[in-house]
């Protein structure tokens, strides 16, 4: 089960975080999320040359996103990443992407990256793949 896991219960929702925004940060972001997608779109419908820019493109536009919303100017890491007590430890859960749906907290897996021995959801948090029943041997003993 996921016990210990770096993962918050709570999802990083984007739009919520949108509306806080001022207007010039939305018109930076919105832009190169445009720049980026229309790159991705290049790289997978187009032959070479114009995929191999499209790639390139994508990049550069996902690395100037990533600046413009996590660099000086950009979000507070509270919006993404809050801060817990478990005893004697201080640990940062992070909340991910509200896109990704269901993730389990064991591993990481979700609905569209599940293991790679296939699982499925045993509770809200946690795949059947991570959540191993007790097993008894022959003796009694658990293993």
């Known amino acids: 089960m996921a016990d210990a896991t770096n993962i918050s219960s709570?999802?990083?929702d984007g739009a919520e975080v949108w509306a806080t925004l001022t207007p010039?940060?939305?018109a930076r972001v919105g832009a190169l999320a445009l720049e980026a997608a229309v790159g991705r779109a290049v790289?997978?419908?187009?032959?070479?040359?114009?995929?191999?820019a499209g790639m390139e493109a994508e990049r550069?536009?996902?690395?100037?996103?990533?600046?413009?919303?996590?660099?000086?100017d950009g979000l507070s890491d509270k919006a993404w990443v809050e801060t817990a007590n478990w005893g004697?430890?201080?640990?940062?859960?992070?909340?991910?992407?509200?896109?990704?749906?269901?993730?389990?907290?064991?591993c990481g897996c979700s609905e569209r990256d599940p293991?790679?021995?296939g699982c499925g959801w045993h509770d809200a948090v946690t795949c059947t793949a991570c959540a191993v029943?007790?097993?008894?041997?022959l003796s009694g003993d658990t293993l």
Request: glycine share 4%; net charge negative.
């Open 133 to 137: 029943p007790v097993q008894a041997n």
């Open 88 to 106: 004697a430890s201080v640990v940062e859960l992070f909340r991910l992407p509200s896109v990704l749906g269901q993730a389990c907290h064991a």
């Open 60 to 72: 550069n536009a996902l690395d100037a996103l990533q600046e413009a919303v996590l660099g000086m």
């Open 115 to 117: 293991c790679d021995e």
């Open 43 to 52: 790289a997978e419908h187009a032959f070479d040359p114009a995929s191999r």
């Open 10 to 12: 709570v999802p990083f």
């Open 24 to 26: 010039s940060m939305q």
